[in-house]
C-alpha cells in the first residue's frame, strides 16, 4: 500500500486545516497515512524573516532567516529519517513554506504544498513586506519543484502563474474546507436585534474598532455584536456589545455561531479566512472586504455581501439592510449552507487531493 506523507504546520489557520486533513485521510483505507506536524522552535522565531527586516529595540537591524531557509534547517534530518520508507509515494507540505527539505527528492518523491498567498501578491496588497530577490526566486522555485500546488483562491492561483512562473495544468484551487457534520443549521428566528458576530484574533487589523464605533452609532438601535478575540480589551460595558475573549473553535461552531444572525469581518489585511466558511457553513450571511482571496468564498449579493474595505457607509448600509430584513438574511443564510456544501466540504475537497497525490 502507498504511503503518503503531510507535513503540516500548527500555526495560525494552518492548525484548522491540518486538524480538516487529518479527519478526511482517517476516512480513507486505500493509503497508509503519516503525519508530522511542525510548528517553529521558540529559539528561531525571532530570527524568522516573515514580512520586513525586523528592527531590534535599539533600531538597528538585526540578521533574519527566511522561513523557507528556516524550515529548510529544521526539518532537514527529520525528512532525511522519513524518506528512506520505500513505501512513501508523495508528500504534502501546508503551508509551503515547509516544503524546502522536499525539492532534493523531488524527482523520486513528489510533493505538493498548499498555500494562502504569494510573496508578490503580500507586497503588492499589504505593503507589509520587503524580501530579497534571493527570497523572492527561492519561493518560486519551490513552486515550479512541487508537483502539484493547491492555492486557495483564484487570486492565489494568478500569482503562481504570473509571478512563479507556474503551468496551470498544476494548479488546482482549494479553499479553505470544514467538516459540514460538525455544523448544525436551523433558520434563524427573527430577533429586536440582530446579532452580529465578529471573530478574529487580531482586533485591529480584523476591522473590529471600525465596527465597535458602529455599534455606538448607527447601529445601535437594531443590532447587537459578539465579540470572539483575544485582543479586545476595551471597555466592555457597552449595552450592545458583548465580549468573550478567547474561544475554542469548537464553541464557536457549536455554540457561538448558530446564536448569530451575520458576520461581520470589516478587514483591512486578509488572504481566505476559514471564519467566513464556518459561518457559510453555519447558515448565516457574511458582510466582508473585499481583499485578497475572500471573493472566491463570498457569492456578492447572495450569500453575503463583499464591500470596499475602506467603505465604512458600504459596511453600515449593507448591515442595517440585514437587520432591517428578517426574511433577506434567513434566504442568504440558506444560501450561505447551500454554497458551503458545494464549494467547501472538507471530505470533498481533501479527497480530491489525496487522489491527486495518488495519481503523482
Known sequence: MKTLVFLLSEQLGWGTYAGNLRAAAAQRDDFTAVFHAHVFPKWMRPWLHWVNSYKSPLGKMKPTIDPILGAQLHLGSW????????????????????????????????????????????????????????????????????????????????????????????????PPSVDLAKFPWAARIPKAKMKIAFIGAD???????????????????????HVASPDFDRDMSHPNIKFYGRVENQEVVQTLLPQMDVLCLPTLQDMSPFVAIEASASGIPIVISDIGGISDLVDHETSGFLVDKSDDAGFINRLTSLAENPDMRAEMGRRARLRAEAKFDATRNFNALFDQMLAF
Open 79 to 174: 525528512w532525511k529519517q522519513v524518506q528512506q520508507d520505500p513505501t512513501i509515494h508523495a508528500v504534502h507540505a501546508a503551508s509551503h513554506i515547509l516544503a524546502g527539505p522536499l525539492q532534493a527528492t523531488a524527482a523520486r518523491i513528489p510533493y505538493s504544498v498548499a498555500l494562502d498567498i504569494t510573496r508578490p501578491l503580500s507586497e503588492a496588497n499589504y505593503a507589509a513586506a520587503s524580501w530579497s530577490r534571493g527570497d523572492y526566486n527561492r519561493e518560486a522555485r519551490l513552486f515550479q519543484n512541487a508537483a502539484h500546488c493547491f492555492p486557495m483562491s483564484s487570486w492565489a492561483a494568478q500569482s503562481l502563474m504570473t509571478d512563479s512562473a507556474c503551468h496551470q495544468d498544476k494548479i488546482t484551487v482549494m
Open 203 to 225: 482586533f485591529a487589523r480584523k476591522g473590529g474598532e471600525r465596527l465597535r464605533t458602529w455599534m455606538a452609532g448607527p447601529l445601535a438601535d437594531i443590532c447587537e455584536l
